[in-house]
C-alpha cells in the first residue's frame, strides 16, 4: 500500500501553488498496513496534520486501488483514530467506517 507516491522519498519537497504561496509536499510512504501505522505514527507532520492527500496510482487498477482503500479505511485509518479525532462538516466527508 502506498501513501502519496512511490515510497522512496525520505524527505519533504518544497514547491509553490503561486508566486506568493509555498506549498510542502511531505515525503511518500508505501508499505504492508502493519508497517505504514508506525511509519505514519511516527511522523511528526501528519500527526499534527489536520487533512491529508492520498494518491492512487491510476495503472495499477480499480480493483488494486479498491483494495488499497478498503485496506486504509479498516485498518489504518482506526489504528490511528483519524476517524475519532476528526471533525467534518458533514457525515456525508467520514468514511461510512468512521460512521
Not at 2 to 19: N, V
Not at 41 to 63: C, F, K, Q, Y
Request: aromatic share 6%; glycine share 6%.
Amino acid at each position: 500500500m502506498a501513501i502519496s507516491g512511490r515510497g522512496s522519498e525520505e524527505e519533504d519537497k518544497i514547491g509553490f501553488l503561486d508566486e506568493n504561496t509555498r506549498a510542502i509536499f511531505g515525503r511518500s510512504y508505501a508499505a504492508e498496513p502493519d508497517i505504514l501505522i508506525e511509519q505514519l505514527r511516527n511522523d511528526e507532520a501528519i500527526v499534527e496534520a489536520d487533512t491529508l492527500l492520498l494518491t492512487i496510482s491510476n495503472p495499477l487498477g480499480v480493483a488494486y486501488n479498491a483494495r488499497v482503500m478498503e485496506a486504509l479505511l479498516t485498518s489504518v485509518a482506526p489504528a490511528l483514530v483519524w476517524c475519532a479525532q476528526s471533525q467534518p462538516h458533514s457525515l456525508r466527508q467520514l468514511p461510512a467506517i468512521c460512521r
